[in-house]
């Protein structure tokens, strides 16, 4: 898996997706703002999800409580 990581002046949420969106070139895209945190494995259980529920079209919204 590769992570890439873009940096821009500060210009709000949409521009900052905006520009993420313009330049992704993966098979997934996701977004983590500034004020929040990923839990430990985060990425890879999504990750395999997404590969154990195969839709051609999918949006995943998750929330951790602590």
Do not use: C, V, W
Not at 7 to 22: C, D, F, I, P, V
């Amino acid at each position: 898996m590769k992570l890439n990581y873009i940096y821009q002046l500060n210009s709000e949420r949409s521009a900052a997706r905006n520009n993420g969106g313009e330049k992704a070139n993966g098979a997934y895209l996701i977004f983590l703002d500034s004020d929040d945190f990923f839990e430990k494995n985060h990425l890879s259980y999504l990750f395999n999800f997404i590969s154990n529920n195969r839709h051609t079209n999918a949006l995943i919204i998750s929330n951790f409580e602590p």
